[in-house]
């Protein structure tokens, strides 16, 4: 057996050139293999805190009456900075304050 796989090659070089192209990309194709992870927490999935205030999640209420699921916490503590209650600029944020001024001034040309 070792001696049938030792001697010449009787392939042409074409094939022999797809099965090199196939060994080397095959491991670009496979799927990556993953690490089993432990799980952080065996408790209930209602006792574990919520990333954004701390409060168990059990005290949340989760509205996913629209494609876009609102996670709502109980308490002010640690949320994100307020909505924005003046103009936005063209990514969703707060304009800036030379943007503001800009937008004066063209307001005032006008009017």
Do not use: W
Not at 44 to 49: H, I, L, V
């Amino acid at each position: 057996m070792a001696r049938d796989e030792a001697g010449p090659d009787t392939r042409n070089a074409f094939t022999r050139f797809f099965d090199r192209v196939d060994r080397i990309m095959s491991p670009a194709f496979e799927s990556p293999k993953v690490a089993q992870e432990e799980p952080a927490d065996s408790g209930p999935s209602g006792e574990k805190p919520c990333p954004i205030c701390g409060h168990p999640m059990f005290e949340h209420y989760i509205d996913e009456s629209t494609s876009n699921v609102l996670l709502e916490c109980p308490t002010d503590e640690r949320l994100p900075e307020p909505a924005a209650s003046g103009p936005l600029n063209e990514f969703g944020m707060p304009a800036s304050d030379e943007r503001l001024a800009r937008m004066r001034r063209r307001a005032e040309k006008r009017g």
